[in-house]
């Protein structure tokens, strides 16, 4: 099965529902031209500048008996239970990262992506440029945004407080709302979505700038809440999945083939390239305790860099106990020290003892 993207987040959109570890068999091939890409689609309008309510009605995800084993691509701890979302508009919830529970969604859309502004506000994002809200926690989710005609995923969401917020993804799709998602707009063409990359991620800085990654080495930065932006000279020139802030204006970032990079100063540059000792695509990212830090990705690929400099794999296992090879997509602490992860094989908790 050969697809013609190279980023992961490109590739969900070119076969929404295969599991993860088929799309990302063709990481290495370049990405098509947006021209030629949205061409496919016979008779595609051409996109409103402004994001547009829902026009045709979708369908709504269908409840599954097993969807905690059905891939997922992320998940958050919203303060009072967690949230994860995939395939097929899943969104599962659970009170201690143990039981889970899969709720109604308005889509059966590939869900890539959730945030929460406080415990209650949330949104989740995902294909057919879809944006899901809920503010009850996750227990209830209703449709902001669904256009799918437009032929540009969303892949990450975040949101400043729960009115003020930014959804980014395929061609430089960017969409902002300032009250809390009643309506999107989308953000005029700026130096990060001017050449129409996909846009994979986002973070926020420790000094409250934004920052977002992506295709062919994307990296811009945002001192205005999204209003506006600023390229920045990054050093990779292929696809990037992931960015957590480091320090006050610092970050440390992943890709394709392994490759991590470490900067103190975004905007100033000097980008010390990381060890990290396997040629695996990383697509998360997160903070664990005792300043160290967490990249997953595929081939069940888990990464730990500790505070001094040093990497290390931890290796899993699947429910059998043999070595897993399921693309992993995401991971989250838990405070009693376990981690989450979510990928292929839906959501896994791995013991303390493994950190």
Known sequence: MRLPNASLSALLLACALAPLSLLVRAQDEPAAEPAAAEAVAEGEAAASPEAAAPAVTPRASEMAVRAVNNPLLKVVSTGKRFVAVGARGHILVSADAKDWKQVAAPVDALLTSVTFADAEHGWAVGHDASILATTDGGSTWTLQNFQPDLGKPLFDVLFFD?????????????????????????????????????????????????????????????????????????????????????????????????????TADV??????????????????????PGDRIAMVGLNATLLIFDAAGKTRQVPISDRSGNKQTDTLSWLLPTRDGSVLLVGDAGVQRLDAAKF
């Open 162 to 262: 729960p009115q003020n917020g930014l959804a980014v993804g395929a061609y430089g799709l960017m969409l902002a709302t300032h009250d809390g998602g009643a309506s999107w707009a989308q953000v005029a063409a700026n130096a990060v979505t001017g050449e129409e990359r996909h846009i994979n991620a986002m973070a926020r800085l420790g000094d409250g700038s934004l920052m977002v990654v992506g295709e062919a080495g994307l990296i811009g930065v945002s001192r205005d809440r999204g209003e506006t932006w600023t390229k920045v000279a990054g050093p990779y020139e292929s696809s990037l999945f992931c960015v957590i802030a480091a320090g006050n204006k610092g970050a440390l970032i992943g890709g394709l083939r392994g490759n991590s990079f470490f």
């Open 267 to 288: 905007e100033g540059g000097h980008w010390k390239k990381i060890d990290t000792g396997t040629d695996q695509s990383l697509f998360g990212i997160a903070a664990l």
